[in-house]
């Protein structure tokens, strides 16, 4: 029996369920015809397949549920389901794992073949070319050896400012290379204050240590979940999250010391956080007792508020008013540089403005302002927001009038997944690329996505942007996500405006979805000079 000819027999509230409450009512929203038996079901497998409709014991219950009287005794045999007088509840009590031989007689039941993830065969020749990202351009090349200046001499620390897009991230992963080159055995320990901006460390240094280290070397993961027995560590590359560091140092003083005794180099992105307390003391255990540890700040932003200078100049003193930043002659911005010499595209910024009537209370407001980013119970109510989400769906379809890659942010993997379905059902080519997405299915969606096809292709991401992404040739982003940071902000315009030396584009168009009551930002060239009267001229 086929899974489709079964899904036939399914009415409309069964199908809703299966597809997801927020889907169906925004396809009800756009058009009442797209909501016939053929169109949802098309719609459903479009956003999964059947052998992940089979592995989800909610979607295989509702299925379940379709099977005949003498369908479902069938299958109950083949399965030797659990003794109940009624057969659907037999079949629901059956355990199955993923591989399993129950999966396998489900599978063969519903006519499906087994699917099992295998790794897509790429020419060799197509990764030996990748080498040369991390061949720094000359203004990079100038800034990575002004920063080892100031990391090799008192007081060893520095800052490295450089704009979105103009490779700050590649030009840290040159410098702590060379220096692992340098110093072995020894530690370098990355700081981040997220998840995500600790996965893109990991990640890009992997890359980066492939083709620029001398040694078999480790890397070791300390945020979440992950845990570091720092006693058997000598050698390596410690990719720790902030908050983890200092729940480490507040329950024992040893673990800090063990880890900075072995350390030589202390990283910490998104630097302007640098002086908040918390941060400041995690950075000052690391880096304070040991005499020649050197600290290195990452930012496309070096100062922490708009408008407070106090605070601000005591993020240029923590970093000794040492800053390294792309000085080209003749130029008062590096961004106009780098835009006019073709490595970023000529950006265009625009607001697409919506009231979602999302009210908010003095607590939730409070808890924006007093956060690093917005708590994600408020970005849960806007990401089932149907007409926000109508309004995005409607800009999308409006920018494949001028754009053939656009990467829309969403706000988690169920919002890039709703978007990714109704855009599909709409005729739409439109693909979800999250964190949960396989990494062979993940470089094939890419690889896609990076053609030269010339039908338009919308990205729906989340997650996947600090994972290593990367599609020169993407010409507009919508950023559909609130969020406060404005290094996230940066990067996630970062994708879009990857200029013609850089393969990618010569203009660049970014949405920005503002949300009544929600902080946002409008451009990032705007933020590059805004702190230079905190940071003193240093001259060499």
């Not at 299958?75 to 037999?90: G, M, N, S």
């Not at 315009?493 to 010569?506: C, P």
């Amino acid at each position: 029996m086929k899974l489709d000819n079964l899904l036939l027999n399914a009415d409309e509230k069964i199908l809703s369920k299966l597809l997801g409450m927020p889907i169906f009512n925004i396809l009800k929203l756009l058009d009442k015809r797209l909501i016939n038996k053929e169109r949802l079901i098309t719609a459903l497998l479009t956003l999964k397949t059947k052998q992940e409709l089979l592995r989800s014991k909610y979607h295989r219950d509702l299925i379940l549920e379709l099977l005949t009287p003498e369908q479902a005794k069938i299958l109950a045999t083949v399965w030797d389901a659990p003794h109940d007088k009624d057969v659907y509840k037999r079949l629901k009590k059956v355990t199955i794992k993923q591989n399993s031989e129950a999966e396998k007689y489900l599978f063969n039941f519903f006519e499906i073949p087994v699917y099992r993830q295998t790794n897509i065969t790429i020419e060799k020749s197509s990764f030996v070319e990748i080498s040369p990202k991390y061949l720094l351009f000359k203004h990079q090349r100038n800034a990575a050896n002004r920063v080892k200046k100031y990391l090799y001499h008192p007081p060893y620390r520095g800052l490295l400012h450089m704009p979105t897009g103009a490779g700050k991230t590649r030009t840290a992963m040159n410098i702590i290379a060379d220096h692992l080159r340098n110093h072995e055995p020894t530690l370098v320990v990355w700081l981040a204050y997220s998840e995500e901006l600790c996965e893109q460390a990991v990640n890009e240094f992997e890359k980066a240590w492939g083709y620029l280290g001398d040694r078999t070397l480790t890397v070791y993961r300390f945020w979440g979940s992950h845990d570091l027995a720092i006693e058997d560590i000598n050698d390596g590359f410690v990719v720790a999250g902030l908050s983890k560091v200092y729940n480490a140092l507040q329950k024992s003083i040893r673990f800090i010391n063990q880890l900075g005794v072995r350390t030589s180099l202390v990283i910490i992105d998104e630097a302007h956080q640098a002086i908040a307390p918390t941060y400041k003391l995690v950075l000052d255990s690391l880096v304070i007792p040991y005499e020649k540890t050197a600290l290195l700040g990452l930012t496309a932003t070096p100062g922490r508020t708009w408008a407070d200078i106090d605070i601000d100049a005591q993020l240029a003193n923590f970093f000794a008013q040492q800053k390294v930043t792309l000085e080209i002659e003749g130029y008062d911005n590096p961004v106009d540089y780098l835009v006019e010499q073709q490595y970023l595209a000529k950006a265009i910024y625009r607001p697409l403005f919506y009231d979602s009537g999302l009210k908010l209370t003095q607590k939730d407001i409070k808890r924006i302002n007093e956060e690093l980013d917005i708590p994600p119970y408020i970005l849960h109510r806007l990401e089932e927001d149907e007409q926000r989400n109508l309004r995005i769906i409607l800009e999308l379809e409006a920018l494949t009038q001028r754009h053939k890659r656009i990467i829309v942010f969403a706000i988690s993997v169920n919002h890039a997944q709703i978007l990714t379905s109704v855009l599909r059902l709409r005729g739409w080519s439109a693909i979800a690329l999250t964190g949960t997405t396989p990494k062979t299915e993940r470089e094939a969606i890419i690889n896609r996505f990076k053609d030269d096809s010339p039908e338009p292709q919308i990205l729906c991401n989340y997650g996947v942007l600090t994972t290593g992404f990367d599609a020169p040739k993407t010409s507009t982003a919508v950023i559909a996500r609130p969020t406060k940071s404005l290094v996230l902000y940066s990067q996630m315009v970062g994708r879009a405006i990857r200029g013609l030396k850089a393969g990618g584009n010569a203009t660049a168009e970014i949405i920005t979805v503002v949300d009544s009551q929600m902080p946002g930002f409008g451009s990032v060239s705007d933020a590059f000079n805004n702190w230079e009267d905190v940071w003193r001229k240093n001259h060499e």
